[in-house]
């Protein structure tokens, strides 16, 4: 009865916030200029109030829009996708690049060569065919520095774009890249443009060029939807494009509707006036909260991870100096009980972690074998802390020769919601075998004070995101320190020229089968030293809309042209 009540109350809060929202635009006549020919049609919602689409350009890659990216994709498609397995597929282009199709080649002097070759038939939403030029044209304006974008990371490594005929592209690369087959895609947020409209206006006008009429209700793409229009702060409308390269889409027309307010947005999952929200905003708590209010709005949980949560060491003068010990971190590993952390805390929808690498991406299982496990035994880790001579005293706590106890920290900010309860379960555990354990639990804010996560004296417990390799996590250049102003990301602060060495090899080197034997050699280094006591991986939860919906995954709709309605 508990958990209904809260349930119930939850339902009640979310109908009172949709009640104290804006009104939600109703579909009419009106709206679209073809709502009466309509066969399916959806209302989809965005957790966000964009000013126009120009805003994946300029702020997507910071997360400051929610689900512009994938609205994006809904109305203009790229070269390549990646699926729910992380595998990358052509979506535009005939085939990925790859050293074994040729279309990818890797010269003696570190320089490359990747050629992209259009699918025929490819049209702009304006009926014009999509042309090798557009992507040169879209490359030069995406390193045009006077415009105003950010500078993607990719781009100072290209040195030209070439286009030898209509449907081919080739990309000369003055340095090894292993991100090159994701140019013109997703994860670089170059989305192809059409130079046949936005040429002109950007030589003419830079000012003003992103303020066009054309990133909101002038849109043009080559994505399965056609924007017909666009009212700030209220609703996007899209229609089917009946020239779609895939195909027609299923659905006619998607009404997206901009919401501020999270409780209104599941308000409407709820009610059934919303079909799917697109992008992301509701998170694994909220679908489970949905999942248990109604059968009527699907949810998929665990299906895909959402990062590792793992506790660092510190490596740069640690208090005390036995957290330098291997024996001593492997035994702290080996007395929490991750499976039951992951279970509980973690509502059972995220395996145990054994190193960084995902469990959900292909790289975890080319280097399973790598990887040294360290198994729940708290009578083993007390037999290790035993070995480093600490005996236990009359009230359990290990103590030194001189009768001074094993005590350490365990820093961790409260941020995200996990970290408080986590950072408990762990000192408990390590209590439990007798570790004097002082927890530092700091406020949200404290989160982005960056010297305080680097100078935490012992441990910190530090949730990560999706990691997707090792570059600027675990180099000695990625170390935070006073010089840089405390910033990078290898907050265990652990330097090992071995490691640097294996990080330049993975980078550099193309072929996927020996980058993983690169992968596994650092890998196994990594575990076999615990330089980080992996916790668990969280559990995703997607939000798919309403039961009445197919073929809707949850990420990334690059397969909206097949979502459809009963």
Not at 337 to 351: C, F, L
Not at 513 to 537: A, I, S, W
Request: with cysteine; charged share 20%.
């Amino acid at each position: 009865m508990k958990r209904r009540s809260a349930v119930y109350v939850g339902l009640i809060l979310g109908l009172f916030a949709s009640a104290c929202a804006p009104p939600i635009p109703q579909t009419s006549s009106a709206t679209g200029g073809q709502p009466n020919q309509a066969r399916k049609q959806i209302v989809a919602a965005l957790f966000a109030t964009p000013a126009g689409l120009q805003d994946t350009l300029t702020a997507v890659s910071s997360g400051s829009q929610p689900g512009m990216a994938e609205l994006f994709s809904m109305v203009n498609g790229t070269m390549t996708y990646v699926d729910v397995d992380n595998v990358r597929h052509p979506w535009l282009a005939e085939a990925v690049p790859t050293i074994e199709n040729g279309l990818w080649r890797v010269f003696t002097d570190g320089r490359m060569e990747t050629t992209w070759r259009l699918k025929p038939g490819i049209k702009w939403h304006d009926g014009v065919a999509m042309t090798a030029d557009d992507l040169r044209f879209t490359f030069d304006m995406y390193r045009d520095r006077d415009l105003g974008l950010p500078q993607l990371g990719i781009v100072p490594l290209i040195s030209q774009v070439d286009a030898p005929d209509a449907q081919t592209v080739v990309v000369t690369w003055q340095k090894t890249s292993i991100d090159a087959d994701s140019l013109f895609s997703w994860n670089n947020t170059m989305w192809p443009l059409p130079r046949h409209i936005l040429d002109q206006p950007l030589r003419e006008n830079k000012e003003g060029f992103l303020g066009l009429p054309y990133w909101r209700e002038a849109f043009i793409g080559t994505g399965p939807f056609k924007m017909v229009d666009w009212v700030e702060g209220s609703h996007a409308i899209l229609v089917a494009n009946d020239e779609y390269v895939l195909g027609r889409p299923r659905l006619d027309r998607i009404e997206v509707r901009f919401f501020a307010d999270k409780g209104a947005l599941k308000a409407g999952l709820i009610a059934g006036t919303v079909h799917v929200p697109v992008g992301r905003g509701l998170n694994a708590d909220d679908a489970l909260q949905l999942r248990d209010i109604t059968p009527d709005v699907k949810v998929a949980m665990g299906v895909d991870l959402a990062g590792v949560l793992p506790i660092y060491p510190q490596f740069i003068n640690p208090d005390p100096p036995i957290v330098a010990n291997l024996q001593f971190r492997r035994a702290l590993l080996m007395a929490i009980d991750r499976q039951e952390m992951t279970d509980t805390i973690n509502n059972g929808i995220g395996p145990v972690a054994h190193s960084w690498v995902q469990a959900d991406r292909p790289e975890a299982k080319a280097v399973d074998g790598s990887i040294v496990r360290y198994p729940y035994d708290p009578r083993a880790a007390v037999q290790m802390i035993d070995g480093l001579g600490y005996t236990r005293s009359a009230d359990g706590i290990f103590q030194a020769a001189g009768g001074s106890k094993l005590s350490v920290q365990l820093a961790a900010h409260q941020q995200n919601s996990i970290h408080l309860p986590s950072t408990l379960a762990v000192a408990g555990y390590w209590q439990q075998i007798g570790v004097d354990v002082q927890t530092d639990l700091q406020p949200a804010v404290r989160a982005t004070d960056l010297q305080w996560r680097a100078l935490y004296p012992a441990f910190m417990l530090l949730g990560r995101s999706i990691i997707a390799g090792p570059d600027g996590f675990f180099n000695s250049n990625a170390i935070p320190m006073a010089e840089t102003n405390y910033r990078g990301a290898n907050s265990a602060r652990y330097a090992s020229a071995e490691i640097d060495g294996l990080i330049e090899r993975y980078i550099t080197t193309i072929s996927f089968p020996d980058r993983m034997k690169v992968l596994g050699e650092m890998v196994h280094q990594q575990t076999d030293q615990v330089l980080m006591l992996p916790l668990f991986f969280k559990g995703g939860g997607n939000v798919l809309g309403s039961a009445r919906m197919k073929n809707v995954l949850g990420g990334t709709p690059w397969n909206a042209h097949l979502w459809d309605l009963e």
